[in-house]
């Protein structure tokens, strides 16, 4: 599971990169308690910046996934 430091210089990227700037309560609730797998994080970002992931552009879905999961492969890494 990513730590919170991890989770909030994720959501620092997926701001700066893709333009899915979390309200502060929204984004210390993903740190507190933070999806394990890439497709529910993906999906939560999606609904905690107001949009629905299943009717989302799913190019745009997509970028957000693959930042999520370099995140992902970072924090795995030794």
Sequence with gaps: MLTPREVELLLQKLCVDL??????DEAARLQAAPPT???AF??????AD???PSTADRRLWR???DV???AFARHEEP
């Design 37 to 39: 797998d890439m497709r």
């Design 50 to 52: 107001g949009f629905d």
């Design 19 to 24: 333009g899915f700037c979390l309200e502060p």
């Design 42 to 47: 993906a999906d939560a970002v999606f609904l």
């Design 63 to 65: 970028q957000v996934r």
């Design 68 to 70: 999520i999961a370099a």
